[in-house]
């Protein structure tokens, strides 16, 4: 079965009862049973919840992964994942990476013994001086947030297979439809389903999905003991999303590509990061692992300062200034200031990310008229 055919069918059936097409949105916080033990399979909806599980079937079938395990956030998957961890144990994550990911690592995870390291993972051969005998798991990201950075992803796990450590691979800037990390070696993708998979900028939703049925079994576990999941709605309108996350995804990138053209010949736009670009230093592994290059663009400014980038920031009218990304709409967000605010600035700026840099998540608009409202906000310089 093909993508497109997947995102719409995978995991989901007419509804017995009535013969809904869509899933029904099943409002219920416990199940009726006929004697101790004797039930339809469902006891309590913290455990399950039909409208979840036919999220988790079809989020397992896009990414090829034998299970998904569903939770009420990006970050709340990210923490069960965590949880997998002793104190000891140590992280080694992408050094230019997600705020919030950043942040649960170090403010969090560290004070219970767990210790992260932040590395550049763009030449595997490197990431391999980062690791000992106490680490357990390597954190990707790729394309990275926000510099756009591409990681080898089957180069890195097949060296951490080999050492017996666990792989994760942050894959919601691609999304499953641009690139299928379980399919290059990986152990885990997590996805902020808020994104490209719910698409609308209406629901918050995180997922994991796993190659290995052991694995799924303890995240199974961990999703239930600690009850981080979704709510029935917002699996509903994560489904409803995913139907069309190839239209939506194909539109972003065409028209991610035509604006970093555009931004790369400004003369007001110093650097522009976009992995399509054939002098991205990552450009011939993403040509590899992905089916295209995304539709994320980000760039500095020629006068590297935060009083500019508001200029720019406070006067588009079609992009929106806000966090978040992958919806329909297209937005433009200030990293340092916004998603990365948790990132110490001298971290930041070691992998690049000034006061100035600028992020756009590319929507499904017009792209002649996204590129003639960066335009016009680039007149108040």
Same mark, same amino acid.
């Not at 956030?73 to 069960?80: C, L, N, T, V």
């Not at 990390?181 to 389903?193: R, Y």
């Not at 931004?263 to 011939?284: E, I, N």
């Not at 993403?286 to 406070?314: C, P, Y």
């Given at each position: 079965?093909?993508?497109?055919? $997947?995102?719409?069918?995978?995991?989901?059936?007419?509804?017995?009862?009535?013969?809904?097409?869509?899933?029904?949105?099943?409002?219920?916080?416990?199940?009726?049973?006929?004697?101790?033990?004797?039930?339809?399979?469902?006891?309590?909806?913290?455990?399950?919840?039909?409208?979840?599980?036919?999220?988790?079937?079809?989020?397992?079938?896009?990414?090829?992964?034998?299970?998904?395990?569903?939770?009420?956030?990006?970050?709340?998957?990210?923490?069960?994942?965590?949880?997998?961890?002793?104190?000891?144990?140590?992280?080694?994550?992408?050094?230019?990476?997600?705020?919030?990911?950043?942040?649960?690592?170090? $403010?969090?995870?560290?004070?219970?013994?767990?210790?992260?390291?932040?590395?550049?993972?763009?030449?595997?051969?490197?990431?391999?001086?980062?690791?000992?005998?106490?680490?357990?798991?390597?954190?990707?990201?790729?394309?990275?947030?926000?510099?756009?950075?591409?990681?080898?992803?089957?180069?890195?796990?097949?060296?951490?297979?080999?050492?017996?450590?666990?792989?994760?691979?942050?894959?919601?800037?691609?999304?499953?439809?641009?690139?299928?990390?379980?399919?290059?070696?990986?152990?885990?993708?997590?996805?902020?389903?808020?994104?490209?998979?719910?698409?609308?900028?209406?629901?918050?939703?995180?997922?994991?999905?796993?190659?290995?049925?052991?694995?799924?079994?303890?995240?199974?576990?961990?999703?239930?003991?600690?009850?981080?999941?979704?709510?029935?709605?917002?699996?509903?309108?994560?489904?409803?999303?995913?139907?069309?996350?190839?239209?939506?995804?194909?539109?972003?990138?065409?028209?991610?590509? $035509?604006?970093?053209?555009?931004? $790369?010949?400004?003369?007001?736009?110093?650097?522009?990061?976009?992995?399509?670009?054939?002098?991205?230093?990552?450009?011939?592994?993403?040509?590899?692992?992905?089916?295209?290059?995304?539709?994320?663009?980000?760039?500095?400014?020629?006068?590297?300062?935060?009083?500019?980038?508001?200029?720019?920031?406070?006067?588009?009218?079609?992009?929106?200034?806000?966090?978040?990304?992958?919806?329909?709409?297209?937005?433009?967000?200030?990293?340092?200031?916004?998603?990365?605010?948790?990132?110490?600035?001298?971290?930041?700026?070691?992998?690049?990310?000034?006061?100035?840099?600028?992020?756009?998540?590319?929507?499904?608009?017009?792209?002649?008229?996204?590129?003639?409202?960066?335009?016009?906000?680039?007149?108040?310089?």
């Amino acid at each position: 079965m093909k993508f497109a055919t $997947k995102a719409i069918h995978a995991g989901v059936t007419p509804d017995p009862s009535t013969g809904a097409v869509m899933t029904p949105i099943y409002q219920t916080s416990t199940y009726a049973q006929a004697a101790p033990g004797d039930h339809k399979g469902y006891e309590y909806a913290r455990t399950q919840n039909p409208t979840r599980h036919a999220l988790e079937a079809n989020l397992a079938a896009l990414e090829n992964g034998v299970d998904g395990i569903c939770f009420g956030s990006g970050m709340a998957a990210m923490d069960a994942i965590l949880k997998l961890l002793n104190a000891g144990d140590e992280v080694v994550a992408t050094n230019d990476l997600y705020g919030g990911s950043y942040r649960i690592i170090t $403010k969090i995870y560290e004070r219970f013994g767990l210790k992260g390291h932040f590395v550049p993972m763009y030449d595997a051969a490197r990431v391999e001086q980062y690791l000992t005998k106490n680490t357990k798991l390597l954190w990707i990201e790729t394309p990275t947030n926000p510099m756009l950075n591409i990681v080898d992803i089957e180069a890195i796990c097949k060296m951490a297979r080999e050492k017996g450590i666990l792989t994760c691979v942050d894959n919601t800037f691609a999304s499953p439809y641009l690139q299928n990390p379980l399919d290059l070696g990986a152990d885990m993708v997590v996805h902020s389903a808020t994104k490209y998979l719910g698409g609308h900028s209406d629901t918050v939703l995180g997922a994991v999905v796993v190659k290995e049925q052991e694995l799924a079994d303890r995240l199974h576990f961990i999703q239930n003991a600690s009850g981080g999941v979704p709510g029935p709605m917002d699996c509903f309108l994560v489904l409803r999303g995913i139907k069309t996350l190839h239209l939506r995804v194909q539109r972003a990138c065409e028209s991610a590509e $035509k604006i970093a053209n555009y931004l $790369k010949s400004h003369p007001k736009a110093h650097h522009v990061y976009y992995p399509g670009f054939t002098d991205h230093p990552g450009h011939a592994v993403a040509k590899k692992q992905m089916r295209h290059f995304g539709g994320m663009v980000s760039f500095d400014l020629e006068n590297d300062t935060f009083e500019n980038a508001k200029k720019i920031l406070s006067k588009t009218e079609i992009f929106t200034l806000a966090e978040s990304l992958g919806g329909v709409e297209s937005l433009i967000g200030h990293p340092a200031s916004m998603t990365h605010a948790s990132i110490p600035k001298e971290e930041r700026m070691k992998v690049g990310l000034t006061d100035s840099l600028i992020r756009l998540s590319i929507g499904v608009e017009d792209v002649e008229d996204l590129i003639s409202d960066l335009e016009r906000a680039f007149t108040f310089l």
